[in-house]
Nanobody, 125 residues
Framework: QVQLVESGGGLVQAGGSLRLSCAAS????????MAWFRQAPGKERDFVAA????????SYADSVKGRFTISLNNARNTVHLQMNSLKPEDTTIYYC??????????????????WGQGTQVTVSS
């Protein structure tokens, strides 16, 4: 089984920055394609950003392009989401997702079998 543990959420003023992290562990496989999604109460889970296990490929939602950056650590088992120029509409719960490292950057949640517990991001105006 794969465990994903997120950290880094919190409260920030509009225009500020936060950095989310998600550490993957487990014995299922050693490399992961990873992604971030976000979901507001009562709404569907939306794609934010994805990165392949080699970090050669990335993908971003239009709403975060130029503001958010997804990256992997050297061990390729922790994904970060650097969020700059945050807006109140970025307020929601952010979820880390992962699956077998196949050098893909899928943007649909059904392509990921492993999920973190979520971390709250709140941007005040």
């Amino acid at each position: 089984q794969v465990q994903l543990v997120e950290s880094g959420g919190g409260l920030v003023q509009a225009g500020g920055s936060l950095r989310l992290s998600c550490a993957a562990s487990g014995r299922t496989f050693s490399s992961y394609d990873m992604a971030w999604f976000r979901q507001a109460p009562g709404k569907e889970r939306d794609f934010v950003a994805a990165i392949s296990w080699t970090a050669r490929s990335t993908s971003y939602a239009d709403s975060v392009k130029g503001r958010f950056t997804i990256s992997l650590n050297n061990a390729r088992n922790t994904v970060h989401l650097q969020m700059n120029s945050l807006k109140p509409e970025d307020t929601t719960i952010y979820y880390c997702a992962a699956d077998l490292g196949l050098e893909r950057v899928p943007i649909t949640e059904n392509k990921y079998n492993y999920w973190g517990q979520g971390t709250q991001v709140t941007v005040s105006s």
